[in-house]
T-cell receptor, first 112, second 112 residues
C-alpha cells in the first residue's frame, strides 16, 4: 500500500496567503524530491533534499527535510495564481531497490 | 519535457482489447518508468527499467507488461483491458547521477 502520505489532500487559499504541504513516510528515506503538476500537465521536478534537517529555498518556496529523514514539507509564502497545481513528494527508500515512492499529492487552488 | 514523448495522447478502448502505450526519449537516460495516476492516489509505479536488459515490477504491475526495445523506447501493454485500468499514464526517465525524473505529457486511457 501507499507508504508516503501527504496532507492536506486539497487546499484553497486566497492569493497572498501562505501554503504548506506535508509529506510523511513510514520508512526512513535516502532522499526526497518535490514535483509540481499544473492542471492538465505532467509532473515537473522542483528540488531534491538529501541531508537530515536540510532546508532549501527557491524564491517563495521553502523545502525542509526532517531530522529523522521520514518527513518533509513545502511552504509557499504569499501564494500567487501561478502556484496553482498539485504538489507531490517522492521518497527514495534508504534500503532496497532504487525507486521512488510518490506521495498522494496536495492540490492547491489560489483564489484571486 | 519535449524530450520525452508519449503516444497516443488519448485513447478510448473497450474491455478485453489489447492496448499498447509507447514512450520515447531523446535525453539519453538509461532509466525509464511507467506510472499510473488516479485522483487521490498520486502516481503509482507500474514497471521500471534501468537499462535495455533490465525490467522490474513496480507497485501495481498486475494486468500490465512492458518492453524495452532500445535505450530510448519503453512501451507499456495492457493485454486485456478492463475498466479499472482507466487512468492517466505517464512515462518518465532519469539519469542515475541526478535522480531527477523527467515526465512525458501523459496518455489518458479510457476503457469502456
Amino acid at each position: 500500500g501507499q507508504q508516503v502520505m501527504q496532507i492536506p489532500q486539497y487546499q484553497h487559499v486566497q492569493e497572498g496567503e501562505d501554503f504548506t504541504t506535508y509529506c510523511n513516510s513510514s520508512t526512513t528515506l535516502s532522499n526526497i524530491q518535490w514535483y509540481k503538476q499544473r492542471p492538465g500537465g505532467h509532473p515537473v521536478f522542483l528540488i531534491q533534499l538529501v541531508k537530515s534537517g536540510e532546508v532549501k529555498k527557491q524564491k517563495r518556496l521553502t523545502f525542509q527535510f526532517g531530522e529523522a529523514k521520514k518527513n518533509s514539507s513545502l511552504h509557499i509564502t504569499a501564494t500567487q495564481t501561478t502556484d496553482v497545481g498539485t504538489y507531490f513528494c517522492a521518497g527514495l527508500r534508504a534500503s532496497g531497490t532504487y525507486k521512488y515512492i510518490f506521495g498522494t499529492g496536495t492540490r492547491l487552488k489560489v483564489l484571486a | 519535457d519535449a524530450d520525452v514523448t508519449q503516444t497516443p495522447r488519448n485513447r478510448i478502448t473497450k474491455t478485453g482489447k489489447r492496448i499498447m502505450l509507447e514512450c520515447s526519449q531523446t535525453k539519453g537516460h538509461d532509466r525509464m518508468y511507467w506510472y499510473r495516476q488516479d485522483p487521490g492516489l498520486g502516481l503509482r509505479l507500474i514497471y521500471y527499467s534501468f537499462d535495455v536488459k533490465d525490467i522490474n515490477k513496480g507497485e501495481i504491475s498486475d494486468g500490465y507488461s512492458v518492453s524495452r526495445q532500445a535505450q530510448a523506447k519503453f512501451s507499456l501493454s495492457l493485454e486485456s483491458a478492463i475498466p479499472n485500468q482507466t487512468a492517466l499514464y505517464f512515462c518518465a526517465t532519469s539519469d542515475f547521477s541526478l535522480g531527477t525524473q523527467y515526465f512525458g505529457p501523459g496518455t489518458r486511457l479510457t476503457v469502456l
